[in-house]
């Protein structure tokens, strides 16, 4: 018997609340690196972990709409703690799409009492995992160079082609497993806590009910199961406005306290310059128009969700090419927003002590993950041809 769920509990109230507490310390982190430890350990402590849950097993039951506003939240001050929330939310639900539902309902179940966090090891741009049959269980070998959340992980989320069959397998590994090596080697320039780095499977033992599904069956996923795309894409539009709005608000607070007007302005301060207020202008008609269209998104997604296994082949490319919209506009509006903070703040405000240049290198860094040109090629060739994307793990 699963506890009931709190129903006086806010997740909005908690994501802002922790996404107060982490500004003020993103800089210092930001310049440090490594695992955010003890932010993670705050998200475990507020219940967020479970916010999709249903509440059958122990979670709050709150829908896609919810989680990715939450994502966006977060993502305001932190963006590397946002990825990590976003994937894990992702993640977690991987055992209902492409598991038996024993499977979905004990790890859901477990999940919700002892608050796990689900990282994943499945870049498919890596050398698959191979996973080698040892009686009735497997043997796991292999690397995977980018890794998000693993190092913090309780459960990650593995692909793996079978060795006898070639088929691809999901499982779920315990990070804890003897054989699971949890390097500390993410450092890029941006997203600098969000545990990406390598990890290394050496003869780890999958037992046969930590493969998700059939582990013999070599048959195409089903659509819904093929939503994992559309979601973790998803994940990424409100990871990149969330850090756009951060940065927006950043720069409107500076431009309010210290930005001086240049010397040729009319204005005595910078607040009433007129090229800045127009810039600021300009800068937010893109963001509302990207929050107006995300949030249409979001209630797509939820649709489709709520079709379940009901959803057909169509529908699920449809809603991938709806995605994909939302993934160039955000790409692109983000990218603008946390370059052009500067031409409104000023030079002062290029100095190290503020790192409002941390806005920036978290969305380039990340942006970088499937090339955006061929999300606008999937929207043009379903406008001209009609054509839906084939699934993959980036369409």
Same mark, same amino acid.
């Given at each position: 018997?699963?506890?009931?769920?709190?129903?006086?509990?806010?997740?909005?109230? #908690?994501?802002?609340?922790?996404?107060?507490?982490?500004?003020?310390?993103?800089?210092?982190?930001?310049?440090?690196?490594?695992?955010?430890?003890?932010?993670?350990?705050?998200?475990?402590?507020?219940?967020?972990?479970?916010?999709?849950?249903?509440?059958?097993?122990?979670?709050?039951?709150?829908? $896609? #709409?919810?989680?990715?506003?939450?994502?966006?939240? #977060?993502? !305001?001050?932190?963006?590397?703690?946002?990825?990590?929330?976003?994937?894990?939310?992702?993640?977690?639900?991987?055992?209902?799409?492409?598991?038996?539902?024993?499977?979905? +309902?004990?790890?859901?179940?477990?999940?919700?009492?002892?608050?796990?966090? /689900?990282?994943?090891?499945?870049?498919?741009?890596?050398?698959?995992?191979?996973? +080698?049959?040892?009686?009735?269980?497997?043997?796991?070998?292999?690397? !995977?160079?980018?890794?998000?959340?693993?190092?913090?992980?309780?459960? +990650?989320?593995?692909?793996?082609?079978?060795?006898?069959?070639?088929?691809?397998?999901?499982?779920?590994? @315990?990070?804890?497993?003897?054989?699971?090596?949890?390097?500390?080697?993410?450092?890029?320039?941006?997203?600098?806590?969000?545990?990406?780095?390598?990890?290394?499977?050496?003869?780890?033992?999958?037992?046969?009910?930590? #493969?998700?599904?059939?582990?013999?069956?070599?048959?195409?996923?089903?659509?819904?199961?093929?939503?994992?795309?559309?979601?973790?894409?998803?994940?990424?539009?409100?990871?990149?406005?969330?850090?756009?709005?951060?940065? /927006?608000?950043?720069?409107?607070?500076?431009?309010?306290?210290?930005?001086? @007007? $240049?010397?040729?302005? @009319?204005?005595?301060?910078?607040?009433?310059?007129?090229?800045?207020?127009?810039?600021?202008?300009?800068? $937010?008609?893109?963001?509302?128009?990207?929050?107006?269209?995300?949030?249409?998104?979001?209630?797509?997604?939820?649709?489709?969700?709520?079709?379940?296994?009901?959803?057909?082949?169509?529908?699920?490319?449809?809603?991938?090419?709806?995605?994909?919209?939302?993934?160039?506009?955000?790409?692109?509006?983000?990218?603008?927003?946390?370059?052009?903070?500067?031409?409104?703040?000023?030079?002062?405000?290029?100095?190290? %002590?503020?790192?409002?240049?941390?806005?920036? %290198?978290?969305?380039?860094?990340?942006?970088?993950?499937?090339?955006?040109?061929?999300?606008?090629?999937?929207?043009?060739?379903?406008?001209?041809?009609?054509?839906? @994307?084939?699934?993959?793990?980036?369409?």
């Amino acid at each position: 018997m699963v506890s009931a769920p709190n129903r006086t509990i806010d997740p909005f109230t #908690i994501a802002t609340s922790l996404a107060d507490e982490f500004a003020e310390t993103a800089i210092e982190r930001d310049a440090r690196g490594g695992s955010p430890t003890k932010e993670l350990s705050r998200i475990r402590e507020s219940g967020l972990l479970k916010l999709h849950i249903p509440e059958a097993y122990g979670g709050w039951g709150n829908d $896609w #709409i919810t989680a990715l506003k939450l994502v966006r939240e #977060i993502a !305001k001050a932190d963006g590397s703690l946002a990825q990590l929330l976003g994937y894990h939310y992702v993640n977690s639900v991987v055992p209902q799409l492409f598991g038996t539902p024993e499977q979905k +309902i004990r790890y859901y179940t477990n999940l919700a009492q002892h608050d796990w966090y /689900f990282g994943d090891s499945v870049n498919p741009r890596d050398p698959d995992l191979i996973l +080698i049959p040892d009686g009735e269980h497997f043997r796991l070998n292999g690397i !995977k160079h980018f890794s998000t959340g693993a190092k913090s992980s309780d459960i +990650i989320v593995i692909t793996g082609i079978r060795s006898d069959l070639g088929n691809v397998l999901f499982a779920l590994v @315990p990070s804890n497993r003897e054989g699971v090596i949890l390097n500390d080697d993410w450092d890029y320039i941006g997203q600098r806590q969000t545990d990406s780095g390598s990890v290394e499977f050496r003869n780890v033992l999958i037992h046969h009910d930590e #493969i998700l599904g059939d582990p013999d069956s070599q048959a195409h996923p089903s659509p819904f199961a093929t939503l994992v795309t559309p979601l973790i894409q998803s994940v990424f539009v409100n990871l990149y406005l969330g850090i756009a709005l951060g940065a /927006f608000e950043a720069a409107r607070r500076y431009t309010l306290s210290t930005t001086r @007007p $240049w010397i040729f302005s @009319p204005a005595e301060t910078a607040r009433q310059d007129p090229y800045i207020i127009e810039q600021y202008g300009d800068l $937010w008609v893109n963001l509302r128009a990207t929050i107006s269209h995300t949030d249409y998104v979001a209630t797509v997604l939820q649709a489709a969700w709520d079709k379940g296994e009901q959803l057909t082949a169509a529908e699920r490319g449809e809603v991938a090419v709806t995605i994909a919209t939302a993934k160039v506009l955000s790409t692109r509006v983000a990218l603008e927003t946390t370059s052009k903070i500067f031409e409104v703040t000023g030079t002062r405000a290029a100095a190290s %002590r503020h790192r409002f240049d941390r806005f920036w %290198r978290n969305v380039r860094t990340h942006t970088l993950h499937d090339p955006v040109v061929y999300k606008v090629h999937e929207v043009g060739n379903w406008i001209l041809n009609e054509q839906v @994307p084939v699934f993959t793990l980036y369409t």
